[in-house]
């Protein structure tokens, strides 16, 4: 069987939940026994999403091989439950690069090289080489974005030139918006069809038409977008707003979305297998007990915080399901502690707190009061990266009786330089050599075996996913483990400190890794579900 590709666009508005979309899809034809592959394009220049805020742009996702990208490849993986990596995730910044190598490297052969075809062929080119590494039988690429916006046009140019050479391979799924105006109530389909017949002007149109609203749509809205767009009704099927992002293929499921994408492709299907996956979407329905979750942030800004902090929330809600526990995630804004301490006395009303992670030095005073708050009223605190220093930073201070104690990231002065610049940062930072440089990807720890830790993973060697440029100071090490802080898991190659716990506290654990990237719906994260299972005890 030929290679399968299924382009997933955006209509009408961004943030309409193409990623969940791409990832249920890619799930629901993994469960009928096919293998499958998601990409994410990405229609900035910038080469990867390293460098961009994410209070604006959303998490910053962080692969095996260390690829810093976009916030859907979390969503890939936490519902295909396959890793990605750089050849999952493709921006024009990439393309533009590759092709001016290239012809420095005089490989087009004294050709002149083009915008189009040039740039779409690499972008066909980067598409199949993802598809042959997978070896998947359908590959699922979904575009950022939404048709109509400019940097999209050379992409729907490489998915329009891949579709005319191989017509009966490539298909397409068009993610639009309905909105209902409410001084109306009534559903409204016309900015559909404006967005179809803009995919039409790009030479491509829709295959499916997945119809994201508040409600599901009704009969004659169908109707009227199946004459209007010249697609069989059955093609245009229900995405309404669901409990939980996981139920969303389930709702898919439900209008028979595998069956319809494997009949048009000519396909049948091997087997059907989502028990597992029902039974989970039934028990999160079915659960009453709360459990309250701070986060300790500072990235609250812009729209919401769920963009920003994508993983940890979802690690959170996995580990919490998994206890039977309803999670209430509540985000408290690091800076306010800072001139008012009185506030801190809202983290008692958490069962735990979270420090996440985070770059600059806004903010995190007020932090480091915060995990010295919950060490004080043994508050379970969770820290992940950027949270494990600030724990070391609390203390520190507390063991060295001195206010001074800081990481080189926040106060380069610092006379007590607990978390230091890693030695092979010094140069790169001097030079300005930002993206892409940071220790990033998975790295290996070994685990001490009188620990939370090791209590949590019940194993002796993990590895984990990094991304930070700072690290514990090793000359600081005696000194903060004889008084209190444990030493639970150390880099065996580079005797880096990649975990510290509190021994005198129920559940205090700081992570200089971020083990919400491999937490799974089905397989919660070892130390998120022990760190749930403390603030599920604090609350008795
Ligand atoms: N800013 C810190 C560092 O670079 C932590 C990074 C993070 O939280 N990802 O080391």
């Not at 806004?362 to 508050?379: C, H, L, N, S, V």
């Not at 990266?385 to 724990?391: A, N, P, S």
């Not at 070391?392 to 009786?401: D, P, S």
Request: aromatic share 10%; charged share 30%.
């Amino acid at each position: 069987m030929p290679p399968k590709y299924i382009f997933v666009v955006g209509g009408v508005m961004s943030s309409v939940g193409k990623g969940v979309a791409s990832a249920s899809i890619g799930k629901i034809l993994q469960s009928r026994g096919f293998t499958v592959a998601n990409i994410k394009c990405d229609m900035y220049v910038n080469i990867d999403a390293g460098t961009i805020r994410p209070a604006e742009h959303g998490e910053v996702f962080v692969g095996e091989d260390g690829v810093e990208a976009d916030q859907d490849l979390g969503n890939y993986e936490r519902f295909t439950n396959q890793d990605c990596v750089r050849d999952n995730y493709i921006t024009t910044g990439q393309v533009y690069q590759e092709v001016i190598k290239r012809e420095r490297n005089l490989e087009y052969g004294g050709e002149d090289v083009e915008v189009v075809p040039d740039i779409p062929n690499e972008i066909i080119r980067r598409i199949k080489s993802c598809q042959k590494k997978n070896k998947s039988e359908i590959t699922i690429v979904e575009f950022g974005g939404t048709v109509g916006e400019y940097q999209l046009l050379l992409f729907l140019e490489a998915a329009r030139m891949l579709k005319w050479k191989e017509p009966k391979n490539v298909f397409f799924v068009l993610v639009s918006y309905l909105p209902t105006p409410s001084l109306l109530g009534e559903q409204k389909s016309k900015p559909t069809q404006y967005a179809v017949r803009t995919l039409n002007s790009a030479g491509i149109s829709p295959d499916f038409i997945l119809c994201r609203a508040d409600r599901p749509v009704s009969d004659s809205i169908k109707n009227t977008i199946s004459t209007v767009c010249s697609l069989d009704k059955e093609r245009i099927m229900s995405a309404p707003d669901v409990y939980s992002i996981y139920d969303v293929l389930l709702n898919f499921e439900k209008e028979n979305l595998g069956g319809i994408i494997l009949k048009a492709m000519g396909l049948k299907a091997k087997q059907t297998d989502l028990k597992d996956w029902r039974t989970f979407s039934e028990k999160v329905k079915n659960i009453n007990k709360e459990v309250t979750i701070g986060i300790v942030g500072k990235y609250f800004n812009f729209k919401s915080c769920r963009d920003t902090y994508i993983s940890v929330i979802e690690s959170i809600n996995h580990a919490a399901w998994w206890h039977n526990a309803k999670p209430n995630i509540v985000w408290l804004d690091s800076e306010k502690y800072e001139n008012h301490p009185e506030e801190l006395k809202e983290l008692d009303k958490m069962d735990g707190i979270i420090v996440p992670g985070g770059f600059g030095k806004r903010g995190t005073e007020g932090m480091i009061m915060a995990a010295d708050y919950a060490f004080r009223k043994k508050i379970p605190y969770f820290g992940l990266c950027l949270g494990m220093q600030i724990m070391t930073i609390a203390f520190a201070r507390m063991i060295l009786k001195t206010e001074d104690a800081n990481s080189t990231e926040l106060d380069a002065k610092t006379k007590n330089p607990v978390i230091s610049t890693m030695a092979e940062q010094k140069k790169l930072l001097k030079e300005k050599h930002y993206g892409g440089t940071m220790r990033l990807g998975a790295c290996p720890a070994k685990l001490e075996k009188k620990s939370l830790s090791f209590e949590a993973y019940k194993a002796e060697n993990i590895s984990e996913r990094h991304r930070h440029r700072y690290e514990f100071n090793n000359d600081y090490r005696d000194v903060l483990e004889r008084n209190g802080l444990r030493i639970a898991g150390v880099n065996p190659e580079r005797n880096l400190v990649e975990i510290v716990e509190a021994e005198d506290h129920p559940w205090m654990v700081g992570v200089q890794f971020h083990p919400e990237f491999k937490s799974r719906p089905l397989a919660p994260h070892p130390l998120f579900k022990e760190f749930l299972r403390a603030a599920i005890k604090k609350q008795k």
